[in-house]
């Protein structure tokens, strides 16, 4: 791995800095790039606002690794309250949950019962959920509650990322009919005896679980802003004889917004993760970490104001 991204990656488990850069005035500014706002007020106007330009959305609300049972309590509520909020627009936009910040590292049967009343809120509203994926040590837990939601919510969605040596064997297992996957490279760090470390090799790896997704029967999503990936994804939907509507491209809110309404406008469904809520830091941190130029960015802004 990129020892930039190790590094930034490391600085965003330590409690000093992230002291340091939760409370920085300048930090609210960038911020304001990556997350849509602090309230569901304001993660509602940046939904309707995406959604009158032609793209769909998943929100998420920030916060995670929750080790406080009353805290998940708090992120369930939030997710209720959006999703009543959403009205008309939850034709077009659904929710992303993390399960550690609904109680897995607590107990993973309470993020079940957690995630299962936002399913259900979610088909009261008319809309889906799909689970997050974090680091390795979670990802038999959150495939496991997955499978428990799915019983009786077949539409829930799971993440894989293709940076892991097994996801081959998860997307093969998961890709079955009405199977909603979404396919993303990883954004944690992880060791080799899990996860590929070379960017070419996470390349390759995407690509033959594109394969894979576009071969089932399930509604591949492709989480990706790679340009080389974005081609390849329609080269390969072309060859399986899946058109457009048929899989989804997802970007992240504030990272290459031009493509997304360019693919929109092309026909595809384009899926914008919204992230919103008052627990930025890991979030703003990851995003760091995949490009040195926010890290930049982020710098020179607190040089130029100090
Ligand atoms: C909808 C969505 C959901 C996701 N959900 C998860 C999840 O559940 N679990 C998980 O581990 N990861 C998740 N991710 C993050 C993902 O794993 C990657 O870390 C992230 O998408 C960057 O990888 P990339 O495929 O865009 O390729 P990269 O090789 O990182 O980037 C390719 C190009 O995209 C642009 N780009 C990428 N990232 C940035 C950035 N931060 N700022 C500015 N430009 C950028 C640049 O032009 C860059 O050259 C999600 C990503 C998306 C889009």
Known sequence: MNP?????????????TRRLVATAPV?????????AGETTEDAVAVTRRLVDSGLA?????????????EQAEHTVRAYLDLLSALGPLAAHAEVSVKLTAVGQLLDEGLARDNAARICAAAAEAGTTVTLDMEDHTTTDSTLRVLDGLRREHPWVGAVLQSYLHRTLDDVLDLSGPGSRVRL???AYAEPESVAFQEPVEVDKSYVRCTNALLAGS????????DPRLVRII????????RPPGSY??????????????RLARLGHTVRVYVPYGGEWYGYLMRRM?????????????LVTRT
């Open 57 to 69: 959305v998943t929100l998420d609300h920030l916060g995670e690794d929750t080790t406080d049972t």
């Open 27 to 35: 930090s609210r500014d960038v911020v304001r790039r990556f997350v």
């Open 184 to 186: 993303c490279k990883g």
């Open 248 to 261: 989804e491209h997802q970007m992240l809110y504030g990272i290459r917004p031009e493509e997304q309404l």
């Open 218 to 225: 399930g509604v591949p999503m492709f989480a990706t802003h």
């Open 4 to 16: 930039l991204r190790s590094l930034i990656l490391a600085a965003a488990r330590n409690g000093a």
């Open 289 to 301: 970490a995949e490009r040195p130029a926010n890290t930049a960015f982020f710098l020179r802004a």
């Open 234 to 241: 329609g080269e390969r939907a072309q060859a399986h004889g």
